[in-house]
């Protein structure tokens, strides 16, 4: 099994683009397609932590550097395997900052906020009240389904689920096993598409 060139996943991850576009963001996805050894695995980590936070990126682009082993000599599925734990660790690390940052978010909504509150139609408690509700019918099994989506920005769902309790650890391991399954939905249902 071969996974793309990282102009293939270019065009996977933005296919509405409607031509060639940079994938690249400050270099960082070209360090993590081209990671080896334990400093790869660093910043195949890094960027894991990264795009959990601040990085609207594509978290598939982890797997590319497994097609060489890491550098450590490892078999594919072994390299795949360990790209998947470093990975999902790091997201997870990443997921509870996060947690933390939409909570204070929450507690300091601004004047902005305040002002929309005392409209006549108050848009932020009815948004607020349906992600709640959202979050709360599928819970923490809702968030890691919702990080098991290839190609759809982690962050996003992961400042969307923010509304749910406050249990840090749950909240971490829910983005580790939604992490890894998409990471495993990925090479199950694309890498095929692109093995030589």
């Known amino acids: 099994m071969s996974f793309p060139l990282p102009a293939e996943w270019l065009i996977l991850t933005d296919p509405a683009a409607g031509a060639i576009v940079p994938l690249q963001f400050g270099g960082l996805e070209g360090a993590v397609e081209n990671a080896s050894g334990p400093l790869g695995l660093l910043v195949i980590a890094a960027y894991s932590f990264l795009i959990a936070i601040v990085l609207p990126l594509p978290s598939e682009v982890v797997l590319v550097p497994a097609a060489t082993g890491l550098g450590f000599g490892l078999s594919e599925p072994v ?14 690390a990443g ?15 601004g004047p902005v906020i305040d002002r929309l509150r005392e409209s006549r139609f108050d848009v932020v408690e009815w948004s607020e009240r349906r992600t709640v509700e959202l979050a709360r019918e599928y819970g923490y099994i ?13 962050t996003l769902s992961i400042y969307a689920f923010t509304v ?22 990925t090479v199950g249902v694309f890498a095929p598409f692109f093995a030589l």
Not at 79 to 92: D, Q, R
Not at 142 to 154: I, M, N
Not at 164 to 185: C, I, P, Q
Request: zero cysteines; hydrophobic letters at 55%.
């Open 79 to 92: 390299a795949i395997g360990v790209i998947m734990l470093v990975s999902g660790s790091a997201k997870a």
């Open 95 to 109: 997921s509870v900052v996060a947690f933390h940052l939409g909570h204070e978010a929450k507690r300091q909504s």
């Open 142 to 154: 809702g968030l890691a389904l919702a990080l098991s989506v290839p190609f759809f920005p982690d």
């Open 164 to 185: 749910l309790e406050e249990d840090y650890v749950k909240f971490a391991a829910a983005t580790f096993a939604g992490s890894v399954g998409r990471l495993l939905v």
